[in-house]
């Protein structure tokens, strides 16, 4: 058998470091944020829309809050029985926690009757940290856009429609703020639940979840904030006043992802409507893998050393300069950077090499739905429409949050089949090019001003000086 061809794309070292400084500068990309979505379709069982919800819950549930700790969940038939299989993987290796997790989690769903059956006896229990960290980030969201949510309500006029239409699902809601009666206004209940959730985020605290004694205690603080937080994410305050300002607005933006977070816990309905959970097999994604040079891990080095290579000397150190400037931020060379693949990208790869390219094909929904307890990275986005194209496959997410990740890491350990060697390969030349050319665009618009651009060559883009210099820089997929 002929040897593969050696690769074009940058080191791992020299990606992670561009990664760096985009993460460092707070980049990001709104184009990725609807990359690999998946389109709602008039299938019977909801298809992979509903697929993809359900799945982004699993995720959810499986993953503790611990730093870096990011799951991903799909279904798929990968035995010769064609039987659909939930699938589970994690950034890093699965622990034998989490393997037990998982088992724990089947048992809660296939005992429960209800979502806050598996929020009580599930959820408080494995994702205590999960919950406070989503609760305090929509806290401090609330805090930030408190006052422009105050002056929308006062010029807000509601639709003409009974209360239950103006925010549905809120008939217990109602009954619990206004003791059986119903607001004067629209308008009152409006600023009564926005002032009572934010209430409620700021006095939310989980007391000692290992105890089941108190979990019935903390399923219901839980449940006082969902009905509000739930009402607000429905109502037609946010139909029509909020959403419309989110594309253009980064703090209302912000405001709603988080205010949703804190209510898809109710989404583990999905789980219970949907699923059969005595007779759905479980498995964990393993991929076959090499060691990485340098054991995974070196340091951050310094910018304008990354920058040179992209263009002139004296560019580059002043884009470096720059760099430093207006962030609290501290650029540390020293720093250690350990990529890792991520579960999105483990996942796929998984699935391919335990399934062959027609049987992939052959799957009866043209979306591969795979959910994840985080929002893609800008790579991973780059990587799956690029991997999309390349085989021909429509692997989907719920989409993107359009930021970089310097510990992400090319799948350059793991072991593939030449039937996939070439699409893998592929998605990773993409990913390497548009990074460079991100990194390129954005170091001229927005470490340099106009004027300091016109002081300075740009060098040869195509040469790739700083990528040629070393044979480390052109590593094969393994």
Known sequence: MPPRPTRKYPSQETLSRRLSILEFKDYFDPAAVRSNISERTHEPDGGSHRAVRALDVVALCLTSGEQGDVTAAAFYPIDSKKQNTLIVCK??????????????????????????????????????????????????????????????????????????????????????????????????????????????????????????????????????????????????????????????????????????????????????????????????????????????????????????????????????INMMKNTSKVWNPRDILRPTIHAEIKMIIFIHTRT??????????????????????????????????SSEMAWMTSGSHGKPYDQWAFANTVKLPDSLYEHVAAAQDIVADRIRGILVKFVGSALLTEQELQLFPESDEDASAGESDTSSNKLDLY
């Not at 599930?122 to 856009?145: D, G, W």
Request: proline share 6%; with cysteine; aromatic share 8%.
């Open 91 to 320: 950034n890093r290796e699965a622990t034998p926690q989490d393997r037990l997790r998982l088992i724990d989690f089947k048992k809660t769903l296939i005992a429960s009757s209800a979502w806050t059956d598996v929020f009580r006896d599930f959820i408080l229990r494995h994702c205590a940290e999960n919950i406070t960290k989503r609760v305090k980030l929509f806290k401090e969201s609330f805090s930030q856009i408190h006052k422009q949510l105050e002056d929308m309500a006062n010029t807000y006029t509601p639709p003409q429609a009974p209360l239950d239409q103006v925010f549905p699902r809120s008939d217990k809601l109602r009954e619990t703020l206004y003791k059986g009666g119903e607001p004067a206004d629209p308008r009152v209940m409006l600023f009564d639940v926005l002032r009572k959730c934010r209430q409620a985020a700021g006095e939310f605290a989980i007391d000692r979840p290992e105890e089941r004694e108190t979990a019935q205690q903390n399923l219901d603080k839980y449940l006082d904030l969902w009905k509000l937080a739930d009402c607000i994410r429905v109502s037609a305050f946010m139909e029509l006043l909020l959403l419309p300002l989110s594309t253009s607005d980064d703090i209302v933006a912000k405001f709603i992802r988080r205010l949703n977070k804190v209510c898809q816990y109710a989404r583990i309905e999905l789980l219970l409507k949907h699923y059969d959970w005595t007779t759905l097999p479980t498995c964990w994604a393993t991929l076959s893998s090499t060691v990485m040079p340098q054991g995974g891990k070196f340091s951050r080095g310094t910018a304008n050393s990354m920058l040179e290579p992209l263009m002139s000397k004296q560019k580059s150190n002043l884009a470096a």
């Open 356 to 389: 062959s390219p027609k049987a992939v094909s052959d799957s009866p929904s043209p979306q591969l739905p795979i959910g994840c307890s985080k929002r893609s990275c800008i790579c991973c986005s780059i990587w799956i429409a690029a991997f999309n194209e």
